[in-house]
Nanobody, 114 residues
Framework: QVQLVESGGGLVQPGGSLRLSCTVSGNIFSITTMGWYRQAPGKQRELVATITSRDNTNYADSVKGRFTISRDNAKSTVYLQMNSLKPEDTAVYYC????????WGQGTQVTVSS
């Protein structure tokens, strides 16, 4: 059974930064496509960013230039560096294994507020 464990959420002021981490159990991480999603209260879950096994990345327009997704295969971990955070970035952030299987993490709360 694959498990995804997220960490790094919290409360930050507008303009601040946070880094989320998602560590994946098992030994398949190097071949995975991984993604970060978020869900704000009363809204649908939306894609934030994805990264393939070849480090090809894709971002939602709303986070381009502010967020960076990266991975460390030796640590079986995917990261989401979030800079210049805005109140509208407030959401529960979820890590997802997109390929070769679909698994979700439990989510971590990010709150951007002064």
């Amino acid at each position: 059974q694959v498990q995804l464990v997220e960490s790094g959420g919290g409360l930050v002021q507008p303009g601040g930064s946070l880094r989320l981490s998602c560590t994946v159990s098992g030994n398949i991480f190097s071949i995975t496509t991984m993604g970060w999603y978020r869900q704000a209260p009363g809204k649908q879950r939306e894609l934030v960013a994805t990264i393939t096994s070849r480090d090809n990345t894709n971002y939602a327009d709303s986070v381009k230039g502010r967020f960076t997704i990266s991975r460390d295969n030796a640590k079986s971990t995917v990261y989401l560096q979030m800079n210049s955070l805005k109140p509208e970035d407030t959401a529960v952030y979820y890590c997802k294994m997109e390929f070769p299987f679909t698994y979700w993490g439990q989510g971590t709360q990010v709150t951007v507020s002064s």
